[in-house]
């Protein structure tokens, strides 16, 4: 995609989300790292569903460590791999308190190193809870970058480094949520929904969705 077409991209898609948010339920950026760790292979829907009633109770790594591990199971059991995830949500909830205070650092090396953070959470950490200016590759992300040609890769790490190449300056920010939202609601994975896609028209995406097909639901 060209420079021009870049800029244009995002100005329409700023246009029309000015302000984008995440779509999981924090209250400060301990609970929002512990929401993104849950939501590995589930929904910000189900995961919100689950940790409602936590985070009414639990809002710090101490308070975490205090609950225990068994007692968080239960919170969680409706989220995919929730054994892993509570063992996971524990054990940097330990290290927290042990190593940083019970806060969470704002360094990317820092928070990869606890168990279930992967490059991807500490990017949205980082973008969401610090204003740093990352970009998580999710699924999402990663159908866009290609589909569009915004920017191809063959892996999340090499979509990553394209973006951050070629986002202009003033929306690299917000270019996560963006991105993450275009690609759930219209850029779907089965069939996109062309017709009301605000950046057709500097898409590079071949097979375009016709007006008047029908658009399966999500």
């Excluded at 790292?33 to 009633?53: E, I, K």
């Excluded at 940097?92 to 928070?111: F, H, K, Q, T, W």
Aim: hydrophobic share 40%; aromatic share 6%.
């Amino acid at each position: 995609m060209k420079r021009a077409d870049v800029q244009e991209f995002f100005r329409r898609l700023s246009t029309a989300m000015p302000e984008p948010r995440s779509e999981l339920e924090y209250v400060n950026p301990y609970t929002l790292l512990v929401a993104v760790v849950l939501s590995a292979q589930a929904t910000d829907v189900g995961v919100n569903r689950a940790t409602r009633a936590l985070f009414e109770r639990v809002t710090t790594p101490a308070q975490m460590v205090a609950l225990g591990e068994a007692a968080l199971r239960e919170h969680i059991k409706t989220i995919g791999l929730f054994n892993t995830k509570a063992k996971n949500v524990i054990r940097l909830s330990e290290i927290l308190v042990e190593r940083y205070g019970g806060e969470v650092p704002r360094d990317r090396e820092a928070l990869e190193t606890l168990p279930g953070v992967g490059r991807k959470t500490a990017n949205v950490v980082l973008n969401v809870a610090f204003g740093e200016e990352t970009i998580a590759v999710d699924t999402h992300i990663f159908r866009v970058g290609n589909r569009t040609g915004l920017a191809p890769g063959k892996t999340p790490d090499a979509v990553e480094a394209k973006l951050l190449k070629a986002v202009p300056k003033p929306y690299r920010l917000h270019a996560h949520h963006w991105l993450i939202l275009h690609g759930r609601y219209v850029c779907k994975a089965r069939k996109p929904d062309c017709p009301v896609c605000t950046v057709a028209d500097l898409c590079a995406y071949k097979d375009k969705t016709k007006p008047g097909a029908v658009v399966p639901a999500l």
